[in-house]
């Protein structure tokens, strides 16, 4: 594996893994929810920009004429998350380490990400996010190519009333799971890393994939519920992201930092 520089560039170290419980899982959630409450303004706006987006796009997919990939996007949504919440580990890390949180010092990180590794790992989850959306275009064409459904109601009921609507779901929902699960395994820990060190995002990414593998069943279990948590804030208009968005941001920091030390 790569080696990892610390931010002032001091010498390269390898990051070794710690083993992480359920207990972790509580403890970065209460220590997420403390950040939020310290910088509520700034957590309120990165979700609030990311609930605008989601709203923009399902209004979008109205117009279009194409209402039923409404729920595919709610569902993969999600993928793109964890770049949203570079501003939200930022503000964790400046909690942290006692320095001042400012508008100007967190947006000047997030903007600077551009000519940084993270701006590849974006390139990533986006490629995935796009994956998603195709293949849920193709189990249409192929389950369900010769069914009407024009509008969100139409397919609601074919998908849930049809043994062509069950298959659908089933088949959609595995395949969706196994990129959920990749995208998960290489970003969680990936992307604070990136943020925190001077590290190339190949690095990144296996570093990200080992912490899982250390501890498979507690990591995927909080892989499901961030996935869970976002779906049900993305239920009423997306709103529900301006909270839960940047809880589960700063909580995702302390995981990382729970997870990987120097």
Not at 166 to 172: E, Y
Not at 180 to 199: E, G, H, Y
Not at 212 to 219: C, D, F, H, N, R
């Amino acid at each position: 594996m790569g080696k990892v520089q610390d931010g002032s560039g001091g010498r390269s170290v390898q990051p070794s893994i710690r083993r992480i419980e359920i207990d972790d899982l509580r403890a970065c959630l209460v220590a997420g929810a403390w950040d939020f409450a310290q910088a509520p303004v700034i957590g309120l706006a990165i979700g609030g920009v990311f609930s605008l987006i989601g709203i923009a796009i399902t209004l979008a997919l109205a117009v279009w004429g194409v209402p039923w990939l409404i729920y595919p996007f709610a569902i993969g949504f999600p993928l793109i998350g964890p770049f949203a919440a570079v501003g939200l580990y930022e503000v964790s890390r400046r909690l942290e380490a006692g320095r001042e949180v400012t508008w100007s010092t967190v947006f000047a990180v997030i903007w600077a990400q551009r000519r940084r590794e993270v701006s590849w790992m974006a390139f990533v989850m986006l490629f995935v996010f796009w994956m998603w959306m195709y293949q849920v275009r193709l189990l249409v064409a192929l389950i369900l190519g010769r069914m009407s459904f024009a509008t969100l109601e139409r397919f609601a009921d074919l998908v849930l009333t049809t043994s062509q609507g069950w298959l659908f779901l089933a088949v959609g929902h595995v395949v969706g799971a196994f990129l959920s699960l990749f995208l998960f395994s290489i970003t969680v820990i990936a992307i604070p890393l990136l943020l925190d060190r001077d590290v190339d995002f190949i690095t990144a990414m296996i570093t990200s994939v080992r912490t899982v593998l250390a501890s498979p069943v507690v990591m995927v279990a909080w892989g499901v519920f961030v996935t869970l948590a976002v779906v049900v804030a993305c239920l009423p208009l997306f709103v529900g992201l301006m909270v839960v968005l940047p809880v589960l941001g700063h909580a995702t920091w302390h995981l990382y930092r729970r997870a990987i030390s120097y």
